[in-house]
């Protein structure tokens, strides 16, 4: 693991660990068009982007910034140390240097944060111990098996608590039918008592990285209320950094009411699943059950 070592392996550290201001000063540096040094877009084409796209980029008021997001969901290649690497690349060192010490605090928050996520809550000794004790169960979802194989999934759900409604229609559309699918919903099937933090986290990990693991797919119910919600931030980003959902097919964002507020950027890559559309409103079900039903 990137953080496990005394010295970080920035190759391994995805792009979202770099925050606001670090991606504020980079525009800072790379948004005005230079005749001589590298820009925004001498950026973008070494990330990969094609000429069309990079004309797209012209009307954002921030384009290295568009260019950032897009390249995070898009490719496993963007780490911190390949941005860095490809600004080195294109002799632009000058910007390595003197947001160094600011992208080098960012990593380092980034990783003490997933040591905190990962760590067990703090057990207070128990005074009472009238009843003999027996070994703690290692199973996280209602129907693990600790001695056994630990239960399998074909979506883990990310969801925010205002839109259980509409988790609770996808359970009777998905699985009390002849699709006889079975989703992770979090309040239904972890157990309580778990470090949400880790159980969460080792979930998403299994269904991004493991074929036949834990999860085969995630499932995004996004709504304004999903664009509030620390949780579903989390869940969300943490999945793509893994393995990008625009290149893996195993993210699927799904729309079921009306929003007031942007599409979340970091996701406009990967085909949505809307149930908005009166249009197509009755192959709703059917394609998001075929595409978790995929191998």
């Known amino acids: 693991m990137a953080c496990a070592d005394s010295e970080v392996d920035l190759e391994k550290i995805p792009l979202v660990a770099l925050n606001m201001t670090v991606r504020k000063k980079l525009g800072l540096y790379l948004n005005p068009k230079h005749t001589v040094a590298a820009d925004w ?5 070494a990330m990969g982007f094609t000429y069309l796209e990079i004309k797209n980029y012209e009307v954002s008021k921030n384009p ?13 290649e963007a780490s911190v140390g390949k941005l860095l690497s ?3 690349e294109l002799d632009r060192k000058d910007i390595v240097e003197d947001l160094r010490h600011l992208i080098n605090e960012d990593v380092r928050k980034y990783c003490d944060n ?38 399998m999934f074909d979506a883990f759900i990310c969801y925010c608590q205002s839109d259980f409604a509409f988790v609770h229609e996808m359970i009777r559309e998905l699985e009390q039918t002849d699709y006889k699918l079975k989703l992770c919903v979090f309040d239904r099937d972890v157990l309580p008592g778990s470090c949400v933090w880790t159980i969460t986290s080792e979930l998403i990990e ?3 990285q493991c074929h036949g693991g834990r999860c085969k797919r995630m499932v995004v119910v996004i709504s304004d209320e999903y664009l509030d919600s620390d949780d579903c931030d989390f869940q969300t980003k943490f999945a793509l ?14 729309i079921y009411k009306r929003m007031t507020k942007p599409f979340p950027s ?9 149930y908005t559309r009166p249009c197509t409103q009755a192959w709703f079900w059917t394609r998001l059950a075929k595409a978790l039903s995929l191998p």
């Open 266 to 274: 970091i996701l406009r890559f990967l085909t949505i699943c809307d």
């Open 206 to 208: 299994k269904s991004k």
């Open 41 to 45: 877009m001498a950026l973008a084409e």
């Open 64 to 76: 290295t910034g568009m260019v950032l997001e897009d390249w995070q969901a898009r490719t496993t």
């Open 241 to 254: 950094s893994l393995c990008p959902g625009a290149r893996s097919k195993r993210l699927i964002p799904v």
């Open 86 to 88: 490809v600004l080195s």
């Open 114 to 151: 997933l040591k905190k996520k990962a760590e067990p809550p703090l057990q207070v000794p128990e005074v009472d111990s009238c009843v003999p004790r027996t070994p703690e169960r290692s199973g996280i979802t209602v129907d693990d098996d600790p001695e056994g194989v630990p239960e």
